[in-house]
C-alpha cells in the first residue's frame, strides 16, 4: 500500500516560515493529486492546499497569499512552503494523495500528521 511521510514541521515565531515536505511510496501507478490539511485542537479538519498532477493549485482563503504548494511529480513529493506564519496556523498538518494504484484502482491515502506551532 501507498505510505506519505511527512516532514518540516515545528516550532517557530509568528511571522516565520516552515517548510513541509511529503513523499509518497509504494504500489503506485499514477498520482492524481495532493494536498495538505490541517486539523487544530478541538476543530474540523480543512483543507489548506491541494494541487493536482497538472499543476493546478487551489487554496483555503485563509492561506492566500502566504502559502505555496508545489510538487514534484518524479518524486511523488509535495510541498508546502509557509510564509508569514501566524498563531492560528498552529495545527497538525496531514498529506493526502488521490492516485491510482498499480491495480488501476483509484485510492485515497493520509500521512500521520506533522505538528506545526506558531507562536506570538
Known amino acids: 500500500q501507498v505510505q506519505l511521510v511527512e516532514s518540516g514541521g515545528g516550532l517557530v515565531q509568528a511571522g516565520g516560515s516552515l517548510r513541509l515536505s511529503c513523499a509518497a511510496s509504494?504500489?503506485?501507478?499514477?498520482?492524481?493529486?495532493m494536498g495538505w490539511y490541517r486539523q487544530a485542537p478541538g476543530k474540523q479538519r480543512e483543507l489548506v492546499a491541494t494541487i493536482t498532477s497538472g499543476g493546478s493549485a487551489n487554496y483555503a482563503d485563509s492561506v492566500k497569499g502566504r502559502f505555496t504548494i508545489s510538487r514534484d511529480n518524479a518524486k511523488n513529493t509535495v510541498y508546502l512552503q509557509m510564509n508569514s506564519l501566524k498563531p492560528e496556523d498552529t495545527a497538525v498538518y496531514y498529506c493526502?494523495?488521490?492516485?491510482?494504484?498499480?491495480?488501476?484502482?483509484?485510492?485515497?491515502?493520509w500521512g500521520q500528521g506533522t505538528q506545526v506551532t506558531v507562536s506570538s
Open positions: 509504494g504500489s503506485i501507478f499514477s498520482i492524481n493529486a
Open positions: 493526502n494523495a488521490a492516485y491510482y494504484s498499480i491495480e488501476l484502482q483509484l485510492l485515497g491515502s
